[in-house]
Structure formats: C-alpha cells, structure tokens
C-alpha cells in the first residue's frame, strides 16, 4: 500500500427520515444523551482513521449549527441534495484539492450510531491493497420472497444475498466519475456500491457486525441504544 494514500469520510446527513414520524429529521433525534449524529460521527473519529469527514446537511437545516461537534476541526460541512446520490457527490466535490485520485473515501450512513472503530479497521486493513474498493454487508439467514401485489411468485436463494451496510469505501476519482456518470444518465443509485457496478466493477464484500444497524423507525433507537450498552 502506498503510505501516502490518505482517507476521508462522507456522511449524508440531509435526509428528512418520514419513517420516524417524528418532529425532526431522524440524524437529530435523541439517543443515549446525545443526538444520533453525533454517536455516528464520534464512532468514526474514534476510529483515528479520517483525514477529514464531509458531512452534507440541508441549507435549511437549523440543527446542525448547535451541535458543538460541526465545529470540529476535521468535521467539514458541505451542501447535501435532494437524494443520497447527490450528498455523496457535494462532500466529493468539496473536497477536490483536497483528496487525491487514489486516496480513499469511506461513506457512512448518519444513521448507524452503532459502528465500530473494529468494524472501520477491518474495512481499511482488507480493502487497501484491492484497486477497486468495498462495502461492509451481513449475509441473509432470512428466507426470501420475490413478490408482486402481495403473492409471492418465487423464493430466493438466500446463499447469494447479502444487506449492504456502510462505510462503503472506494477510491475516490473512480467513487466521483461514477456518481457522475449516474447522475448524467439519471440511473437509480441508492448506495455507492451501485454506482461502481453501474461501471462494470466488482466491488468487495466484507462482514461487518450485525449490530450495525440503520435508524428508520422510532423502535430502532431503543435497539441502538442497547447494542450501544452491549458494546
């Protein structure tokens, strides 16, 4: 590995989470005495892995400014869009000049608090001697169903399926050109590994812990805040 390859995070932090019902975008609800952003983005400092981390919040958004961690020196704020897609590709391009082609970009999800600086570790230390890059993901115990209008028309084959969680880690030019190119095409990109297969690339798939869970319902911050305790 090329020791002067440098890593730098992206959060997208500009989603409005309606599954929560809640009167504030999920990023910013209450959990464990602090808000959820700031566990997530305090996981991945911890991990001492990070340059800097972009994170892209809304231009309306009123919370972000209180929060004594946006005033962190390697926490930089940039322009999050309308989708995911187009946060990713704000805090890539914030942080031309900064990041070189080969450096590393590790995407993360401001909504999984319970991240491990384990989990980031293991990502780094098997990803960077492979060119392309990769996302963490838990294998499937569930059995799955294809559906159309509530009936089911096949069982999947759960062997080959696996949940993608995040960080997502690619290099940062290929991770740019290819949301670039998605957005030219107006293809669906709901994670970065998508936007990499969009390019004909194989990304690599590592297992990451399952208590790396993702805060969509207003249940799942009681589960985060046990995980939390348990970890």
């Given at each position: 590995m090329n020791s002067s390859v440098k890593f730098w995070g992206i959060v997208p932090a500009a989603g409005v989470g309606k599954r929560m019902l809640a009167d504030r975008p999920k990023q910013y609800l209450p959990l464990a005495g602090k808000t959820v952003i700031e566990h997530t983005l305090n996981r991945l400092l911890d991990?001492?892995?990070?340059?800097?981390?972009?994170?892209?919040?809304?231009?309306?958004?009123?919370?972000?400014?209180?929060?004594?961690?946006?005033?962190?020196?390697?926490?930089?704020?940039?322009?999050?869009?309308?989708?995911?897609?187009?946060?990713?590709?704000?805090?890539?391009?914030?942080?031309?000049?900064?990041?070189?082609?080969?450096?590393?970009?590790?995407?993360?999800?401001?909504?999984?608090?319970?991240?491990?600086?384990?989990?980031?570790?293991?990502?780094?230390?098997?990803?960077?001697?492979?060119?392309?890059?990769?996302?963490?993901?838990?294998?499937?115990?569930?059995?799955?169903?294809?559906?159309?209008?509530?009936?089911?028309?096949?069982?999947?084959?759960?062997?080959?399926?696996?949940?993608?969680?995040t960080p997502q880690m690619f290099r940062y030019s290929l991770l740019k050109n290819a949301l670039l190119d998605a957005a030219e095409k107006q293809a669906v990109v709901t994670d970065e590994s998508s936007a990499i297969e969009l390019q004909g690339f194989h990304p690599e798939i590592i297992s990451g812990r399952p208590d790396n869970i993702k805060i969509t319902r207003p249940e799942d911050l009681a589960l985060a805040e046990f995980y939390m305790e348990q970890q």
């Open positions: 991990s001492d892995v990070f340059e800097a981390i972009a994170v892209a919040i809304s231009p309306e958004d009123p919370y972000w400014p209180e929060l004594d961690i946006s005033k962190h020196p390697k926490i930089l704020t940039t322009k999050g869009g309308k989708e995911r897609a187009d946060s990713v590709l704000s805090g890539l391009k914030f942080l031309e000049g900064h990041a070189a082609e080969d450096d590393w970009v590790l995407v993360h999800d401001a909504a999984r608090p319970c991240i491990t600086s384990e989990d980031i570790n293991l990502l780094v230390k098997t990803l960077q001697a492979v060119e392309i890059g990769g996302i963490l993901a838990l294998p499937s115990h569930d059995t799955l169903k294809n559906v159309e209008t509530n009936k089911i028309t096949e069982t999947i084959d759960r062997n080959r399926i696996w949940r993608a969680l």
